[in-house]
């Protein structure tokens, strides 16, 4: 069997490697004149750019072991916050309410509190998810808006099969919580990222 694979990415590179594992061989066509794809990096007066911001957060330990044969690595364990009108939200901004005005966190609870039972298999696409699972206020007021602003996307246009764990879905009384006083808990579905000691991304 010959195999034809279109870009010598991260993705491009695994396929062929495993592809050969099994014994079947395969040839890469990359329009570059390196691999890597976006998992690229060049130094230019002694400083390294990425082909992009890239942090490696995977949680799968086959990855996690092969990136490591490549390259030692540097651990970061982050603390996210959104910055919302003048105010630092720590990340997940559902699980930790407690900076907003009082108004606005009875409102966001409001909303939560009254959105209607669903049906995963009936969402249709990420708008309908994002106000099925925490409400039509703060889908509109939070999520909607980065949505727009980052993907340069209605949230009507995305398909949901990308959320996984991404998106963290509380509980109410988990956003009461959240609301009533600062936690110590974090709720970032990235808990831990990695970026290679030296060479950049491309370490990897």
Same mark, same amino acid.
């Given at each position: 069997m010959s195999v034809v694979i279109l870009g010598a990415g991260i993705s491009g590179l695994s396929c062929a490697f495993h592809l050969n594992e099994f014994g079947i061989q395969s040839n890469i066509f990359e329009r570059n004149p390196y691999p890597g794809g976006m998992c690229h990096s060049l130094s230019i007066d002694g400083f390294t750019f990425d082909q992009g911001a890239h942090l490696s957060f995977t949680k799968d330990e086959y990855v !996690?072991?092969?990136?490591? !044969?490549?390259?030692?690595?540097?651990? @970061? @364990? #982050?603390?996210?916050?959104?910055?919302? !009108?003048?105010?630092? *939200? !720590?990340?997940?901004a559902q699980n930790n309410?407690? #900076?907003? #005005? %009082?108004? $606005?966190? /009875? %409102?966001?609870i409001k909303s939560f509190? $009254? +959105? #209607? /039972?669903? /049906?995963?298999? %009936?969402?249709?696409?990420? $708008?309908?998810w994002l106000e099925a699972q925490y409400g039509h206020y703060f889908a509109n007021e939070f999520p909607a808006i980065y949505t727009r602003k980052y993907w340069c996307l209605e949230p009507k246009e995305m398909c949901i /099969?990308? *959320?996984?764990? +991404?998106?963290n879905r509380p509980s109410l009384e988990d956003l009461e919580r959240g609301a009533s006083a600062e936690t110590g808990e974090n709720h970032y579905y990235i808990q831990e990222m990695r970026y290679p000691s030296y060479g950049g991304y491309k370490g990897f």
């Amino acid at each position: 069997m010959s195999v034809v694979i279109l870009g010598a990415g991260i993705s491009g590179l695994s396929c062929a490697f495993h592809l050969n594992e099994f014994g079947i061989q395969s040839n890469i066509f990359e329009r570059n004149p390196y691999p890597g794809g976006m998992c690229h990096s060049l130094s230019i007066d002694g400083f390294t750019f990425d082909q992009g911001a890239h942090l490696s957060f995977t949680k799968d330990e086959y990855v !996690k072991s092969f990136f490591l !044969k490549s390259t030692p690595i540097v651990t @970061h @364990h #982050p603390t996210c916050s959104n910055y919302y !009108k003048g105010t630092w *939200i !720590k990340h997940p901004a559902q699980n930790n309410l407690f #900076p907003l #005005p %009082q108004w $606005q966190k /009875d %409102q966001i609870i409001k909303s939560f509190s $009254q +959105r #209607p /039972d669903f /049906d995963l298999a %009936q969402i249709k696409n990420y $708008q309908e998810w994002l106000e099925a699972q925490y409400g039509h206020y703060f889908a509109n007021e939070f999520p909607a808006i980065y949505t727009r602003k980052y993907w340069c996307l209605e949230p009507k246009e995305m398909c949901i /099969d990308w *959320i996984g764990p +991404r998106m963290n879905r509380p509980s109410l009384e988990d956003l009461e919580r959240g609301a009533s006083a600062e936690t110590g808990e974090n709720h970032y579905y990235i808990q831990e990222m990695r970026y290679p000691s030296y060479g950049g991304y491309k370490g990897f």
